[in-house]
């Protein structure tokens, strides 16, 4: 499979951890037994991207064997390697996170997140990010819903605890493109990666993507 993806799609997909529409209807027909004879369990995989960069990829899968046999190859198609089971879990965290326009006013949405039982907020490009326990992101997101203050996403994620540089623009590429191919794949539920890549390195791809 040869992705050509939209690179500021898959950067902002990736650093959002969102997951594709289809692949929640995926997961939701698997967990309610919608696929009959089947039996389909969670797991997940880790590995390394080009540059050092820590992939965390979360499955629902009906074979380990068959999904581990195909992730590894994309891995390894791609300039990255799968790892041992907490080779780099531990460098991420799970927790609830929800994007929010910076539109509103920082203290009134601080006020109403903290009251919630949000534990951050911080600015993230042109959203503000709440951060969360992931057994607050019900009462936090319905604390913003009974203030009137609209969300754009707010999803159970892995946030990495220190991120990777990404320096060339090689590699930036090829880290984008291994991410891609991963949510690509059927049994893949979710991707998570520590690269931090600059708006410098990421206009050039973007630029040179539209040659």
């Not at 997961?27 to 080009?50: D, F, L, N, S, T």
């Not at 198609?77 to 780099?88: H, M, Y």
């Not at 991420?92 to 903290?114: H, N, P, T």
């Not at 992931?134 to 996403?153: H, K, N, Q, Y």
Request: charged residues 25%; glycine residues 8%.
């Amino acid at each position: 499979m040869d992705a050509n993806p939209n690179l500021r799609a898959v950067y902002q997909k990736a650093r959002d951890s969102s997951v594709p529409a289809d692949t929640i209807e995926r997961a939701i027909k698997r967990g309610a037994g919608e696929m009959e004879g089947v039996v389909y369990e969670q797991a997940h995989y880790e590995g390394y991207a080009p540059g050092g960069v820590a992939v965390y990829v979360e499955v629902l899968t009906d074979n380990r064997n068959r999904t581990g046999s195909e992730l590894r190859t994309i891995f390894n198609r791609n300039g990255g390697s799968l790892a041992e089971p907490g080779a780099v879990a531990w460098q991420f965290e799970r927790k609830g996170v929800i994007m929010a326009s910076q539109g509103v006013d920082e203290d009134e949405i601080m006020a109403v997140a903290l009251e919630a039982g949000a534990e951050d907020l911080s600015a993230d490009g042109d959203f503000w990010r709440i951060t969360c326990d992931p057994t607050d992101l019900p009462s936090v997101r319905a604390g913003l819903e009974d203030a009137d203050i609209a969300f754009e996403t707010a999803d159970l994620t892995m946030l990495a605890q220190q991120t990777v540089s990404v320096e060339a623009s090689d590699n930036a590429k090829s880290v984008l493109r291994l991410i891609d191919l991963l949510e690509d794949h059927d049994d893949v539920n979710g991707v998570f990666a520590n690269f931090d890549i600059s708006d410098e390195i990421l206009a050039d791809l973007l630029e040179a993507l539209a040659e």
